[in-house]
């Protein structure tokens, strides 16, 4: 049988949000968040898609208690 579909976690380099995609041939993809197309430079993780999305939940989970450490430290 054929493998399933692969995912990769990506992250944006315009609003810096993670995200699951689909891998494709193409190099080239857009933030489902922003709109922003970007060039694929880093994949943050590869896997099946519930794999990917529990991983990407972490991830911007982690950035947004960064942001908001962040935010309180410059008070």
Do not use: I, P
């Amino acid at each position: 049988h054929r493998m399933g579909q692969r995912f990769q976690v990506l992250r944006c380099f315009s609003c810096g949000t993670f995200q699951v995609h689909q891998v494709k041939k193409s190099r080239k993809w857009s933030c489902k968040v922003c709109g922003e197309k970007q060039m694929l430079l880093k994949a943050y993780g590869q896997g099946s898609g519930s794999d990917c999305r529990r991983h990407v939940q972490k991830l911007n989970l982690l950035r947004a208690g960064m942001e908001v450490s962040v935010k309180r430290f410059h008070k």
